[in-house]
């Protein structure tokens, strides 16, 4: 057994001090007081730092200059994790978009493989299309968009993902395959999509719970038909990521978003591409060229294509942007997210039993360590 502290330890949503993380075979044993703790243990003292949980995003597209749908592979998602770990990110769902389904199918082979050599990072994974709807396409390639398969559902529910998120377009998919598709087991998130308001609300009703990157992708809400993001911002159970890179929203529409629904369902997410944790100027995505200038990735012609975003200036930018303290857009960050997907008996808090990854930040924000205890 060994032991952990820092000056301050993020526990149920507050700073603690004198305390001590118990730590063994990478769990979090138990929390005890400082002066508690057992002769012959020995501590790591992380002096003046704020220790959190590790960053859990769940939408993560490359990174390190991979990007996952040319190579979904073991090796594709130990490239991906080691590029986003110095930034905080210590799990992650790997996130394939529309493609095809032999592709989609490498994408589950890899992340099994990676799971049963025991590769947690990789929490799961995230099919992110093709059920979309072609109207609200994005860069997601027009001819890979199509209408539900049934033999998706034997590839998610026979396999070991993990935890798996499916962004679809509800009006595209209807709600019996929503149904069917949580009882495979997945989480559905509304996304690229043009459905109403009342057909967000049925899809809620029968198991659509999330909202992938909203307002991008999907119309804008107005004082007549408030649409898809009216009904996010309404649902009290329903969970919000957003990209907090000050190009894909204003700042000032995520604050409001942020007043209504609260750091308890805003996730932060990175939707991140190649570049992040290189000096990339461009990268190809399924064969268009996509430019990176001042973190902005696009095409030629100016459409954004996801983001060269890490979750520690997705922290940072939110504490900037929206009067937070540091634990709540922490817990974007985190809690939320591991809520979110089912994860959080494992991750995104410090308490016992949870995996022992963890986040040295200064009293700004900024990621100073990343830790795993093994």
């Known amino acids: 057994?060994?032991?952990?502290?820092?000056?301050?330890?993020?526990?149920?949503?507050?700073?603690?001090q004198d305390t001590v993380l118990l730590l063994a075979a990478g769990k979090i044993a138990r929390l005890i007081a400082k002066n508690d703790l057992p002769a012959g243990i020995p501590l790591t003292d992380k002096g003046d730092g704020f220790l959190a949980p590790g960053y859990f995003d769940s939408q993560v597209n490359g990174g390190g200059g991979v990007l996952l749908n040319d190579q979904p592979t073991r090796a594709g998602l130990q490239a991906v994790a080691d590029a986003h770990r110095p930034y905080g990110t210590t799990s992650f769902l790997p996130t394939f978009i529309t493609d095809s389904f032999?592709?989609?199918?490498?994408?589950?082979?890899?992340?099994c493989e990676a799971r049963a050599r025991g590769f947690k990072a990789v929490r799961g994974v995230h099919f992110e299309g093709p059920y979309l709807n072609r109207d609200r396409k994005g860069v997601h390639q027009s001819h890979h968009i199509r209408?539900?398969?049934?033999?998706?559902?034997?590839?998610i529910a026979t396999a070991d993902l993990g935890a798996v998120l499916v962004t679809l377009a509800p009006e595209a998919v209807g709600t019996d395959m929503i149904k069917a598709l949580r009882a495979a087991g997945a989480v559905v998130s509304a996304g690229h999509t043009n459905a109403s308001y009342e057909q967000?609300?049925?899809?809620?009703?029968?198991g659509l719970t999330g909202f992938t990157h909203l307002y991008n992708a999907m119309p804008p809400m107005q004082s007549r038909d408030p649409?898809?993001?009216?009904?996010?911002?309404?649902?009290?159970?329903?969970?919000?990521?957003?990209?907090?890179?000050?190009?894909?929203?204003?700042?000032?529409?995520?604050?409001?978003?942020?007043a209504a629904i609260s750091p308890d369902r805003m996730m932060l997410v990175t939707d991140a591409m190649p570049p992040v944790g290189t000096d990339a100027t461009s990268f190809m995505l399924q064969g268009s060229e996509i430019l990176v200038k001042d973190g902005r990735?696009?095409?030629?012609?100016?459409?954004l294509a996801g983001s060269a975003l890490t979750m520690a200036s997705a922290v940072q930018n939110s504490l900037a942007w929206f009067d937070l303290p540091l634990e709540d857009a922490l817990k974007m960050a985190s809690e939320t997210p591991a809520r979110f997907m089912g994860l959080e008996a494992d991750i995104g808090l410090i308490a016992p039993n949870r995996t022992a990854d963890f986040v040295l930040l200064s009293e700004k924000g900024a990621v100073e360590e990343v830790l795993t205890a093994v």
């Not at 057994?1 to 603690?16: E, N, P, Y």
């Not at 309404?234 to 907090?244: H, L, N, R």
């Not at 990735?297 to 459409?303: I, K, L, M, Q, V």
């Open 1 to 16: 057994m060994k032991a952990l502290t820092a000056s301050h330890i993020l526990v149920d949503g507050h700073w603690q």
């Open 147 to 155: 209408g539900f398969e049934e033999k998706f559902l034997d590839l």
């Open 102 to 111: 032999d592709g989609m199918q490498r994408m589950a082979e890899a992340v």
């Open 227 to 258: 649409g898809v993001i009216g009904a996010a911002l309404e649902a009290s159970d329903a969970y919000c990521g957003v990209i907090a890179d000050g190009y894909h929203v204003h700042p000032a529409v995520l604050k409001n978003a942020l």
């Open 200 to 206: 967000t609300v049925a899809a809620m009703k029968t």
């Open 297 to 303: 990735c696009t095409t030629e012609d100016g459409t």
